[in-house]
């Protein structure tokens, strides 16, 4: 995929009081190929279609994922917080991900892949994945519709997610592409200063 051939429009958009991000350069738009992100309670009624039978759509459309683990270092407990994941298509990629490059729904986007970016620095990325899982355990408390689709999905045997390592790996391999490629670009230039200062 062409980073530069995306063209995600920013939309403004805002959840537990952060504001969507808009960045799909190769860092951020590699997750749409390996971990599509996950889904908070209210990005049911976004994405579903007006109308359309919540569950018969999330069968196409979503997956039940084990979620993240929290642990509490004081107790030792372990929190298992579930989460619903976007489709996958039979090459790994998000069903939602165009062969164009783009999101089909962009404007949409699950809470994961639209507040959740490369560049924000780890604590922000922390706090937004925090609103996330307090989100998702509040339906769960009172079994609302995030957490029956998530059910339903898990009896169905319509599992997905638990990708994170295998991710992580291959976000290092980018990450060192890209380094390697700006070393490249910056030998280039200095090559080239050294040129014109010889004139
Ligand atoms: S929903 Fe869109 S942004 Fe999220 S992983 Fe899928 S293609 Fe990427």
Redesign the pocket.
């Known amino acids: 995929m062409d980073s530069k051939e995306r063209l995600s429009l920013p939309v403004i958009r805002t959840e537990f009081g952060f504001r969507r991000t808009s960045c799909d350069c190769e860092l951020c738009?590699f997750?749409?190929r390996i971990m599509?992100?996950f889904l908070v309670p209210s990005d049911l009624q976004r994405l579903c279609p007006p109308g359309a039978d919540l569950m018969t759509w999330a069968k196409e459309h979503l997956r039940a994922s084990q979620g993240f683990v929290v642990f509490n270092g004081k107790t030792g407990e372990k929190l298992q917080v579930p989460s619903l994941v976007?489709t996958k298509q039979a090459n790994g990629h998000?069903?939602?991900?165009q062969p164009d490059g783009h999101?089909?729904?962009?404007e949409n986007?699950?809470f994961?892949?639209?507040f959740v970016d490369q560049h924000m620095k780890d604590r922000e990325a922390h706090k937004r994945n925090v609103a996330g899982r307090l989100a998702r355990m509040e339906d769960f408390a009172k079994n609302g519709p995030y957490s029956q689709v998530w059910h339903m999905l898990m009896k169905e045997g319509l599992t997905g997610g638990g990708e994170y390592m295998a991710a992580r790996a291959e976000l290092l391999k980018i990450k060192a592409k890209i380094a390697k490629r700006a070393a490249h670009q910056a030998r280039k230039e200095r090559r080239k200063k050294r040129k014109q200062g010889r004139r």
């Open positions: 738009s997750w749409c599509p992100g976007p998000c069903h939602w991900l999101c089909a729904v962009h986007a699950p994961g892949c639209a």
